[in-house]
């Protein structure tokens, strides 16, 4: 268990991205295949800022990340998003999500992916259209408004789904390896891209990954994560500054990526299962 | 029409041709008799003669075929509906569904045809119905069932509520579905109207037009009406895929 501090001048000026208190989740309990996916989980995220969950598989990232969006419910602690609960932050459209797969309705058009969650909101149609020109246009789409998502590359997909969950301006991202399906190439453009991305919106996001780079690339903070029972063996600040292409070659970058490689191994003696790249 | 299509229908065409000269070219030199095989062209003789009776009985089938495919597709479609929101439903017209598949239940028509007046369509129509809907039931169920997971936890993410994730996701997707039984079953429909035909009833179809020239018999007339299923079988089908590509091309992509 690992207690993080939240930033002492951010308390007060805004109820933290997410406050994580003793959140846990055991799967069947009681019953012969019982699992504790995750011990008591104590996490802050506070606004705008970046903190990815690294570990192997089966260290509950995932599972966590679904407590904090409230698709699960913690059997034990609490979980406060905004300042409120995780299941009234959800109904009240206090995050966004993307996942590995785009998850992409393709009986809809581009434009209309992005307004769906707009509609179930309740917007009207002139203000949802409005608002998912505006969401290509930051991820830069503009051209595929009228398109289907079967006529776009993978990474323009995930571009689609990221604009979709920042569609109703939530002030929270939830990412479970979104970048996970996409090659090397696009999966550097799209680190970059998020950067820009959540420099104009100012959202916090938590960020799940199985790539040490990656997560040193795009975190604030990240959160080293091992298994049996799933809890937080490490926290990691990253202090790169603003992030560039330059940023990949820079001492500093590799000197973070051995310490959250490290944190792994401590974990759980091997650093296996994790990727390198 | 591009000249790719125009070259892509090249082969199948001389195919046919080149089939059909055989076919003619046997018959004549080894003089085969009519009553085990005759010729195309006398097919086609027969054909354009008996045109207006032909045209007759293929509307009887044809209109037979349409009201059970009506009727057993919009049918299957709304008891999948309704049987995905009501658990005791589904597990009672499920086993139902999948034994009638193994079973060749075309044979009812034979009570059916008991159970209405002689000159009755009704016998026929139920039968394509009955065989329609079961086969549209089981796919509509899976289509509505399989939604992606992911699209799926985006919903509760958004706070959707169950009516409206079935609206949203699981119509649109089991629509998918809907359409590939579509084209499944209206060649079948087709067909078990045609079928139905030999188990009694009134003789004003295709299916009996046949075993009356049989019989007398007038074989080639017998292979024109057999001619004139083929090709009803086929406009149902192609209508089929052409309602398919008018409110759905995406789909067809992604499935076929």
Known sequence: MTEIAVPTGQVGAAAAAVEARGAAMTFNAGRPNEVIALAPIDLTVAPGELV????????????LLRLIANLLEPTDGSLLINGKPASQARLDGDY?????QAGLFDWRTVSRNIELPLEIKGWDRARRRARALEMLELVRLCDFAD??????????????????????????????EPFGALDEMTREHMQTELGRIRAATGAAVIFVTHSIPEAVFLSDRVAVMSARPGHIEAVIDVALGERTELTRGDPLFFKHVTEVREALRAGHGVGGGMEDR | MTRQRILAMFWPVLFGAVFLGLWETFVVTRDIKPYLLPKPSAIWGQFHGNFTLIRKSTRVTATNAFIGLFLGVAGGALVALVANRFR?????????????????????????????????EVPR????????????????????????????????????????????VRVPNALAYLFIALRQVAPLAVVTAFVSEYFG????????????????????????????????GLVFFGVAIAIECVVAPRRSRRLS
């Open chain 2, 125 to 168: 129509r139920l039968m394509v119905t009955l065989i329609v809907f079961f086969v549209v039931f089981l796919n509509v169920s899976k289509g509505l069932t399989q939604s992606d997971p992911t699209q799926l936890e985006l919903m509760r993410s958004y706070g959707a509520s169950q009516s409206t994730i079935i609206r949203k």
């Open chain 2, 88 to 120: 005791l439903l589904r597990e009672l017209v499920m086993p139902l569904a999948i034994s009638v598949a193994a079973v060749p239940i075309i044979v009812l028509v034979a009570i059916f045809n008991n159970l209405f007046s002689i000159t009755s």
């Open chain 2, 201 to 232: 009833g009134t003789q004003n179809g295709l299916g009996a037009r046949i075993t009356q020239s049989i019989a007398s018999s007038r074989d080639a007339a017998g292979w024109a009406y057999v001619l004139a299923a083929c090709i009803l």
């Open chain 1, 96 to 100: 966004g999500m993307a996942f590995q």
């Open chain 1, 147 to 176: 398109h289907h998502p079967w006529e776009l590359s993978g990474g323009m997909q995930q571009r689609v789904a990221i604009a979709r969950a920042l569609s109703f301006e939530p002030k929270l991202l939830l990412m479970d």
């Open chain 1, 52 to 63: 990815s969950l690294i570990g192997p598989s089966g260290c509950g990232k995932s599972t």
